[in-house]
């Protein structure tokens, strides 16, 4: 017969076995520098309309993330550098440009404003009815821009 301690030790080292053993999420990166004011906000059916004014401070970013339907901006003032998760595709948008990010797990990127001044856009998400404005991605381990 097997002594109960024992069989609590067994158990504890077992159980601490999964946990190590276990994989862990990569770590999400979370914004720098980053404000966003929301102009306007309207629910038609299924469907919420977001205006909303974001700022990226120099050295600011969004941290990797995705959005849950599509946005629309334009690029008031600064520049954005846009980065998708491949870490090769990489595009500057400069004042009056239009940028479209699409939805889904598929397109995680972050933008990074690279500039000495603050970067100023526009965005209209197109988001379902409910959903955030985006979700935090984790970092695929591209070097860092600039």
């Known amino acids: 017969m097997t002594h109960p301690a024992r069989k609590l030790t067994l158990a504890a080292a077992a159980a601490l076995g999964v946990v190590l053993l276990a994989p862990t999420a990569a ?42 339907g599509t946005l629309y901006g334009v690029i008031r ?24 990010e699409e939805s889904g797990a598929e397109h995680v990127h972050r933008g990074v404003n690279l500039g000495k001044t603050p970067l100023v856009l526009d965005v ?19 070097p860092e821009l600039g």
């Open 27 to 68: 770590m999400a990166t979370p914004p720098a520098g980053v404000t966003g004011t929301i102009i306007y906000r309207k629910t038609i059916g299924d469907t919420d309309y977001i205006l909303r004014e974001i700022t990226v401070q120099p050295g600011g970013t969004t941290g990797w993330h995705t959005h849950e």
């Open 77 to 100: 003032s600064g520049t954005l550098t846009h980065e998708m998760a491949d870490c090769t595709t990489v595009d500057t948008y400069r004042t009056g440009q239009l940028i479209v």
């Open 124 to 142: 209209l998400y197109v988001d379902p009815k409910g959903a955030p404005l985006s979700d935090d991605a984790a970092d695929p381990g591209c």
